[in-house]
């Protein structure tokens, strides 16, 4: 059975960079056909796709975030990962990471989910 | 970037009645890619519906949705203890792919 786990600081600084890990287990990430991705959900901004990544194409970004975000697969660890630079407290939410349904416009249909991560930026 | 708008914000029924809930979009899209999510506190979403009317694994059928262009909608025809959650709907036709801001379904 596939699970998915975040791990990461629950606290970051204003201007600082958000760094966040999905460890995937009971699948291998590398021989996957999926799109793995992280979605946000906040008070203010509700739930908001930040992005997703391929074995092998390019990852897809938010426009919104694109300028300050980087989104890595790290097969040797069966992990993805999510750093956002330059963050302010409108970055404060609950990360999530999610595999999608498949592939095509399927790879932002989540159906595998982590619990979460509540992430606060604060000085 | 397309706007979804959810009403009612809060929808109050009993168990057993039904319940329509309501997604529109600011812009039309062509294709069928609307999906609807179930959230409870403390959980991730969970997907019910994709593709405007397909329900996702494990979904009971009492969960339906239909729409086209720019309005959408799930139906719960009768509710269950289980049911009253948050529901968010998601279009993924065009980039960036937004949710709208979710209908509380309370217990009358």
């Known amino acids: 059975q596939l699970q998915l786990q975040e791990s990461g600081p629950g606290l970051v600084k204003p201007s600082e960079t958000l760094s966040l890990t999905c460890t995937v287990s009971?699948?291998?990430?590398?021989?996957?056909?999926?799109?793995w991705g992280w979605i946000r959900q906040s008070p203010g901004k509700g739930l908001e796709w930040i992005g997703s990544?391929?074995?092998?194409?390019?990852?897809y970004y938010n426009p919104s975030l694109e300028s300050r975000l980087s989104i890595s697969l790290d097969t040797s660890k069966n992990q993805f990962s999510l750093k956002l630079t330059s963050v302010t407290a409108t970055d404060t939410a609950v990360y999530y990471c999610?595999?999608?349904?498949?592939?095509?416009?399927?790879?932002?249909?989540?159906?595998?989910w982590g619990q979460g991560t509540l992430v606060t930026v604060s000085s | 970037e397309i706007v979804l708008t959810q009403s009612p914000a809060t929808l109050s029924l009993s168990p057993g009645e039904r319940a329509t809930l309501s997604c529109g979009a600011s812009?039309?899209?062509?294709?069928?890619?609307m999906a609807w999510y179930q959230q409870k506190p403390g959980l991730a979403p969970r997907l019910l519906i994709y593709?405007?009317?397909r329900r996702a694994t494990g979904i009971p059928g009492r969960f339906s949705g239909s729409g086209s262009g720019t309005d959408f909608t799930l139906t719960i025809s009768r509710l269950e203890p289980e049911d009253f959650a948050v529901y968010y709907c998601?279009?993924?036709?065009?980039?960036?792919?937004?949710f709208g801001q979710g209908t509380k379904l309370e217990i009358k």
């Open positions: 998601q279009q993924y036709d065009t980039s960036p792919y937004t």
């Open positions: 999610a595999r999608p349904v498949g592939s095509g416009n399927y790879y932002v249909l989540f159906d595998q």
């Open positions: 593709d405007t009317s």
């Open positions: 990544v391929y074995i092998s194409g390019k990852p």
């Open positions: 812009q039309s899209f062509g294709s069928r890619y």
């Open positions: 009971g699948g291998s990430i590398s021989r996957s056909s999926y799109y």
